[in-house]
């Protein structure tokens, strides 16, 4: 699961990216539950949760819907 997760962030980094922000994957844990680390821009902007939320966990699950959620760490 952890290889599919990687390739839903690949899909979603250029748009962070053109932002000034990126995403690292931290950790997949076998209930389902996505841990990532914002970085750069995305590590201080109060849009950050809707970013997480509406962005990152969106198209994360569009990938892997056995995802439950996507948290930040």
Known sequence: ??????????KIR???KRDGGDVKL?????DGIVKVKLLL???GC???SMTLKSGIEKAIKEE???VK???AV
């Open 46 to 48: 109060p849009m950050a």
């Open 1 to 10: 699961m952890r290889e599919r997760v990687e390739k839903a962030l690949e």
């Open 26 to 30: 931290i950790d997949v844990t076998p």
């Open 64 to 66: 892997v819907p056995e």
């Open 14 to 16: 250029p748009f962070l």
């Open 69 to 71: 959620s996507v948290e």
């Open 41 to 43: 821009a995305c590590a």
